[in-house]
């Protein structure tokens, strides 16, 4: 049987983080896959983190299973993090998952059971796992248009266009914060329009956030979603905890079902909890505990926003060196859109050809869509990426 199988296409971002390793050039730059790094080049563990870990080995005395969705305790605190207050508890069903592509994974089964024709709306472009999923689980995909590469800014009049298409019943993929790869980001008034427009259609909303606190804030960055959960009848929420708690390996996740209908709550996690046992049971409980433990205690909690505050302010800092650099080689303003973009990343919108280039005769890696991970930059390394950007004829 297995003669059958054929070699399966490689993640481009998983690719280019292998062809990194083997580089044997000592000056590469790794801009690829989104994982924060310190200036030092280290992924490191966050205090908080630690801290958690050491009381969790002190005070855990087994290790059976919790429940389908994980321990209440870890969905209560992560939905206060992400809604805050704008939405009734009771009016959410949620389940932790294997990280948020776990999450992502569960949602688009979700649609799939509840409305097999449906079509699920991604940005131009969107995480390129998302199609990927959506395509194995051969949902139909529609694109919209977001990313305006002349302005590097959100073509919004172009996806206000392209989501009056969407009919009843479709769902519509957002990036709840940093959106990954442009790091172009809606605004309030803009969430608004969307919100509108797509209750006008009866077309269902879901948020992937990734990155809450990597951009303007933990609430901040919140904004978008809130407004969502608050002002749609339902809606499908995919968090993750890789990023903000630097967990990544953990596989740390949770899918939210917002609905206004009270009634359906039940309902609703039943599902969730049958996903689950269809897929693997038990969802991963250690990062899923060390979150609610920091979430609920004071000193923890603090301590984890203060040094996620220092990793967002690096990244701003990161972000305006490399601008000012390129305004004084360019000598223009047209790379001002680095320091309004939010996030980890930041499209460049420059051509595949010229980011091969910068692979190969600079050793600077970013995806070949031109998304750039700004983490993986540091002050010695800003120069030179910028030197080099001047270079190509970018
Ligand atoms: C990324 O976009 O680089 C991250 O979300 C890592 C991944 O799994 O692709």
Known sequence: MFETLKPQPADKILALMQKFREDPRSDKIDLGV????????????????????????????????VGLVGDPAYSDAMIKLILGDAVER??????????????VRQAFELIKIA?????????????????????????ETVTYRYFDRSTCGVNFDGMIEDLKTAVKGDVVLLHG???N??????NAVQWQEVIDLLNARGVVPMIDIAYQGFGDGLDEDA???????????????????????????????????????AASQKLNQGTLAFLNRQNYSFPP??????????LNDDALRADWAAELEDVRLGMLGLRQSLADELQRLSGSDRFGFLAQHRGMFS????????VEALRAEHGIYMVGDSRMNIAGLNADTIPILAQAIMDAGI
Not at 124 to 135: C, E, K, Q, R, V
Not at 225 to 246: D, H, Q, W, Y
């Open 181 to 186: 790869p442009t790091g172009a980001n809606l």
């Open 223 to 261: 904004v978008g979603v809130r407004m969502v959960a608050a002002g749609t009848p339902e809606c499908l929420i995919a968090a993750s905890c890789s990023k903000n708690f630097g967990i990544y390996r953990e596989r740390t996740g949770l899918l939210m079902m917002v609905s206004n209908d």
């Open 34 to 65: 989104g994982v924060y790094k310190n200036a030092q080049g280290v992924t490191p563990v966050m205090r908080a983190i630690k801290a958690a870990e050491h009381k969790l080995w002190e005070e855990q005395i087994s290790k059976s299973y």
């Open 285 to 294: 409980d250690h990062g899923a505990r060390l979150v609610t433990m920091i």
């Open 177 to 179: 914060c940093c959106h």
């Open 115 to 139: 409305n097999p024709s449906a079509r699920v709306f991604v940005s131009d472009p969107t995480w390129p796992n998302h199609i990927s999923i959506l395509n194995y689980l051969g949902i």
């Open 347 to 354: 499209l460049l919108g420059t051509t595949p050809e010229l």
């Open 90 to 103: 009771g009016n959410i069903a949620a389940a932790a998952t294997p990280g948020g592509t776990g999450a």
